[in-house]
């Protein structure tokens, strides 16, 4: 069993920065990908971004040149930065990790983007 726990999130107003973190209770060296999903009011939950062990990344077009994922595997956190929100990012952030075929979620933090 992997915990994942989210931290900062909050509300930003339109064209401002924030950052998230997610520790996990395991050895990143044992999950395999780890990132970030979110999921907007009245919208199904979707990718943000994933990043390998070995540190590739994946981003959803969307955030694409705004948003930066990286992992720290010695302190076993996987951090987002988003530069450049939009209300259109509004939404509970998810942390995930996969270790083997299995997925781990945290719990959820908030971020508002206002206008």
């Known amino acids: 069993q992997v915990q994942l726990v989210e931290s900062g999130g909050g509300l930003v107003q339109a064209g401002g920065s924030l950052s998230l973190s997610c520790a996990a209770s395991t050895t990143a060296l044992r999950i395999n990908n780890m990132g970030w999903y979110r999921r907007a009011p009245g919208k199904q939950r979707e990718s943000v971004a994933i990043i390998t062990r070995g540190g590739n990344t994946n981003y959803a077009d969307s955030v694409k040149g705004r948003f930066t994922v990286s992992r720290d595997n010695i302190k076993n956190t996987v951090y987002l930065q988003m530069s450049d929100l939009s209300p259109e990012d509004t939404a509970v952030y998810y942390c995930?990790?996969?270790?083997?075929?299995?997925?781990?979620w945290g719990q959820g933090t908030q971020v508002t983007v206002s206008s």
């Open positions: 995930y990790g996969q270790v083997g075929a299995t997925s781990y």
